[in-house]
């Protein structure tokens, strides 16, 4: 029941991308299609942005992307905007049990 | 509409107990797998347990394994978690979720600290 890695930060300025990513293993991303991606801001519940590897609840804006090769899956915010200064945090099945990733956090310059 | 509701947490010693409760509303509770995850202050989420929609089944994260117990009271709508022989690293913010929504509780907080 190891954390999946994630870098402990990523910085980007208005309007550019930035590319976050979360490698695990074969016993949980590598072998599950359950991978989601939350987005805290502080004092705040988690907030789901993808789940299902790339699929994007209502309501989240289409710059936000999920993918997943091999047991490294990744989250690509598109056109930064300052609101998604945040903290993210990956998530998957694994066996038995549930695993995050340990947070990156997010700086729009 | 929707909620989830933690109470029950507080300022323990260590070696001590506590019993969380989440009370569930606006869903078919009784259909869904429910889950505690932890936040210390200032760091990552970490994954803590979960009960199978009948309470058939249960896991827990190795750090509480042995310690802690989810349970659940379908008829109350309520999960709980009895948390035994309590660590000052379980000094955390406690989440009710169901990941299905995904749907969060505002969290409740527990210290532990002589």
């Known amino acids: 029941q190891s954390a999946l890695t994630q870098p402990p930060s990523a910085s980007g300025s208005p309007g550019q991308s930035v590319t976050i990513s979360c490698t695990g293993t074969?016993?949980?991303?590598?072998?599950?299609?359950?991978v989601s991606w939350y987005q805290q801001h502080p004092g705040k519940a988690p907030k789901l942005m993808i789940f299902e590897v790339s699929k994007r609840p209502s309501g989240v804006p289409d710059r936000f992307s999920g993918f997943k090769s091999g047991n490294t899956a990744s989250l690509t915010v598109s056109g930064l905007q300052v609101e998604d200064e945040a903290d993210y945090y990956c998530m998957s099945n694994a066996v038995s049990s549930v695993v995050f990733g340990g947070g990156t956090k997010l700086t729009v310059l | 509409e929707v909620h989830l509701v933690e109470s029950g947490g507080g300022l323990v010693q260590p070696g001590g107990s506590l019993r969380l409760s989440c009370a569930a509303s606006g869903f078919t509770f009784s259909s869904q797998w429910m889950h505690w995850v932890r936040q210390p202050p200032g760091k990552g989420l970490m994954w803590v347990s979960r009960v199978k929609s009948d309470g058939s089944s249960t896991n827990y994260a190795d750090s509480v394994k042995g310690r802690f117990t989810i349970s659940r009271d379908n008829a109350k709508n309520t999960v709980y978690l009895q948390m035994n022989s309590l660590r000052d690293d379980d000094t955390a913010i406690y989440y009710c979720?169901?990941?299905?929504?995904?749907?969060w509780g505002q969290g409740t907080l527990v210290t532990v600290s002589s």
């Open positions: 979720v169901w990941f299905g929504a995904p749907l």
């Open positions: 074969s016993n949980d991303v590598g072998s599950s299609n359950y």
